[in-house]
T-cell receptor
Framework: DVKVTQSSRYLVKRTGEKVFLECVQDMDHENMFWYRQDPGLGLRLIYFSYDVKMKEKGDIPEGYSVSREKKERFSLILESASTNQTSMYLC?????????????FGPGTRLTVL | RKEVEQDPGPFNVPEGATVAFNCTYSNSASQSFFWYRQDCRKEPKLLMSVYSSGNEDGRFTAQLNRASQYISLLIRDSKLSDSATYLCAVRGGYQKVTFGTGTKLQVIP
């Protein structure tokens, strides 16, 4: 079974803190994604990566950065957390050899910024 | 106009009923289409891909209408266990997938 794991299920941080969210996949997938999910807004893509050290902005990259130093690991960084970044963060991964490749999601990290 | 739009529902249907959801997309160059299922407080999981010719998986049928730019999901003989939020997803270019906000289904005994 494909497994995507995220470092924390719940996280509480203070405004202005630097926050790291880690995601690891064990199926040698080329593509990795970070989404946030908010009520009424659905899943919105923050960043994705199609290879080690490669990254592409998604629809809402402002306030976030990412790092992919190894194929299996994709990190999301909030340089200075703000209250409007309180959300559920979901990581996903997929292969890249087909238009119909499924995205596999991690269990999510619920981040609260106070 | 949003890239991918869904009726948020909720759709409340009795067990055994047939229910259908639509999802519209704005980018005519979209390449592939999916339905994901998300249970409460869980991550989304792929339900089925949607192929040009339409496809069926047991009680679930997915169809694509490129001319009108929508995909549909039909669930026959609804079960209590079908209660979930159904997300449509559309792949545009270069591995980027855009999700709809989801349609909530509640199957009632």
């Amino acid at each position: 079974d494909v497994k995507v794991t995220q470092s924390s299920r719940y996280l509480v941080k203070r405004t202005g803190e630097k926050v790291f969210l880690e995601c690891v996949q064990d199926m040698d997938h080329e593509n990795m994604f970070w989404y946030r999910q908010d009520p009424g807004l659905g899943l919105r893509l923050i960043y994705f990566s199609y290879d080690v050290k490669m990254k592409e902005k998604g629809d809402i990259p402002e306030g976030y950065s990412v790092s992919r130093e190894k194929k299996e690991r994709f990190s999301l960084i909030l340089e200075s957390a703000s209250t409007n970044q309180t959300s559920m963060y979901l990581c996903a991964s997929s292969l890249s050899d087909s238009l119909y490749n499924e995205q596999f999601f991690g269990p999510g990290t619920r981040l609260t910024v106070l | 106009r949003k890239e991918v739009e869904q009726d948020p529902g909720p759709f409340n249907v009795p067990e055994g009923a047939t229910v259908a959801f639509n999802c519209t997309y704005s980018n005519s160059a979209s390449q592939s289409f999916f339905w994901y299922r998300q249970d409460c407080r869980k991550e989304p999981k792929l339900l089925m891909s949607v192929y040009s010719s339409g496809n069926e998986d047991g009680r679930f049928t997915a169809q694509l209408n490129r001319a009108s730019q929508y995909i549909s999901l039909l669930i026959r003989d609804s079960k209590l266990s079908d209660s979930a939020t159904y997300l449509c997803a559309v792949r545009g270019g270069y591995q980027k997938v855009t999700f709809g906000t989801g349609t909530k289904l509640q199957v009632i005994p």
